[in-house]
């Protein structure tokens, strides 16, 4: 589920823009420590999980604005803006290790209510709380793309962003409140699974970030919930892989497994062939 709430933000970047994002493990890493940062200024955890995901969805916003507009008003190839990602999560990245070095730093528990025994089974109270909160991420994000205004200027975006335009949207607000939404999900990923392994360093977003954009593909980038079902696939396998294979296979599986779908099935699990009128 961990890999599942991240996984989330890509696709809804990449559901509006056909952008992959390759700066939101980067942006996951970044509420993290925001979240550390007013925690040890004694907020409270729930007012500091607030104001960072408040901080991190303007952050997306301000990536969008700053490198990402200026190269879509010059109407810049494709390439150019997915590389501009990648530098800004460099970026990102440097700047949290200067403000903040770069030891990892303990993050404190919360909604840790101990194990709870089903049988010979046992789950940790965070797990349950994860899983909890990526489906409501999940639902409430649905419900704003499929049944609000904004959610079908949205989509009318996604479509045709020049028609969108001709029909009265602000084609850039939309995007950027996508970019927030994104940043926003981001930050509910970084508090709940810092909370969990009780850590958080400047590169814990690489790695978990290329992993999570594998759950992405597999369930289908661009569709909120395959990122959910591609989440629990790469983790539950990643698991089998540490158990059967040992840890040091671990990392590769979430990567042999977006090999497999690539070649398999490009779209994902549950993707589909876009149909263009030329």
């Given at each position: 589920?961990?890999y599942a ?5 890509y ?6 823009l056909r ?5 939101h493990?980067a942006i996951y ?8 940062l007013?925690?040890?200024m ?8 607030i ?5 991190t ?7 969008d ?8 008003k010059k ?10 990602t990648?530098?800004?999560s460099?970026?990102i990245?440097n700047?949290l290790m200067?403000?903040?070095?770069t ?5 404190p528990?919360f909604?840790d ?7 010979s089974l046992?789950?940790n ?6 899983c909890?909160?990526?489906?409501i991420l ?14 079908l200027a ?5 479509q045709?962003?020049k ?15 996508t ?16 909370g969990?392994?009780?850590i958080?360093?400047p590169?814990?977003?690489f790695?978990?970030?290329l992993?999570a ?26 698991s089998?892989?540490?158990?059967f294979l ?8 979430a ?11 490009p ?12």
């Amino acid at each position: 589920m961990a890999y599942a709430l991240i996984a989330v933000g890509y696709s809804l970047v990449f559901g509006i823009l056909r952008l992959i994002n390759f700066s939101h493990g980067a942006i996951y890493a970044f509420s993290a420590h925001m979240a550390l940062l007013f925690i040890s200024m004694q907020f409270g955890i729930i007012p500091a999980i607030i104001l960072s995901i408040l901080l991190t969805g303007l952050l997306g916003v301000f990536i969008d604005k700053t490198a990402l507009e200026p190269l879509r008003k010059k109407n810049s190839i494709p390439m150019a803006t997915l590389i501009t990602t990648i530098g800004m999560s460099n970026i990102i990245q440097n700047l949290l290790m200067i403000f903040f070095n770069t030891e990892r730093k303990p993050f404190p528990a919360f909604f840790d209510f101990g194990m709870l025994k089903f049988g010979s089974l046992q789950i940790n109270s965070t797990q349950i709380v994860m899983c909890v909160v990526s489906l409501i991420l999940l639902v409430l994000l649905t419900l704003i793309i499929n049944k609000t205004k904004l959610g079908l200027a949205m989509r009318g975006t996604e479509q045709n962003s020049k028609a969108a335009c001709l029909m009265g949207i602000n084609t850039n607000f939309v995007i950027s409140f996508t970019f927030f939404l994104g940043g926003a999900s981001a930050a509910i990923a970084g508090a709940l699974i810092s909370g969990y392994y009780q850590i958080v360093y400047p590169g814990m977003g690489f790695m978990v970030g290329l992993k999570a954009f594998a759950a992405a593909v597999l369930g289908g980038i661009g569709i909120l919930y395959g990122s959910v079902v591609g989440g629990l696939v790469v983790g539950v396998s990643e698991s089998f892989a540490a158990t059967f294979l040992g840890s040091s296979y671990r990392d590769s599986v979430a990567f042999i497994i977006l090999i497999l779908v690539l070649i398999i099935r490009p779209t994902g699990l549950f993707g589909k062939k876009d149909i263009k009128k030329v």
